[in-house]
């Protein structure tokens, strides 16, 4: 089992960047595809960014250029680096971790991961 912890989020203005952590503890991420989704007040929440244990990653189309997705497997640490910001982007922002043993697969779907953080607020405004 694996426990996420987010961190990283706040308020920034709109064109301005923020960095996301996703940290690690009870088993190293190298041993899972994890994924970044993100939910605004009222709306379902949605996917963000994956990246496979591999390395392999994918995007939505809402932020494809802006944001990337890494992972540090010696930290225990995925990243989501958000540049160019949008006030829609503007949304809790929740990590997950499957323990899929096929290493390239990328997980798009919420249903399909294991395990969840907490969530960090990322407000961008206008």
């Known amino acids: 089992q694996v426990q996420l912890v987010e961190s990283g989020g706040g308020l920034v203005q709109a064109g301005g960047s923020l960095r996301l952590s996703c940290a690690a503890s009870?088993?190293?991420?190298?041993?899972?595809?994890m994924g970044w989704f993100r939910q605004a007040p009222g709306k379902e929440r949605e996917f963000v960014a994956a990246?496979?244990?591999?390395?392999?990653?994918i995007y939505a189309d809402s932020v494809k250029g802006r944001f990337t997705i890494s992972r540090d497997n010696a930290k225990n640490t995925v990243y989501l680096q958000m540049n160019s910001l949008k006030p829609e982007d503007t949304a809790v922002y929740y990590c997950?971790?499957?323990?899929?043993?096929?290493?390239?697969?990328?997980?798009?779907?919420?249903?399909?991961?294991?395990?969840w953080g907490q969530g960090t607020q990322v407000t961008v405004s206008s």
């Open positions: 997950a971790a499957d323990p899929i043993r096929n290493s390239i697969a990328v997980i798009t779907t919420t249903r399909d991961y294991d395990y």
């Open positions: 009870g088993r190293t991420v190298s041993s899972y595809a």
């Open positions: 990246i496979s244990r591999s390395g392999g990653y």
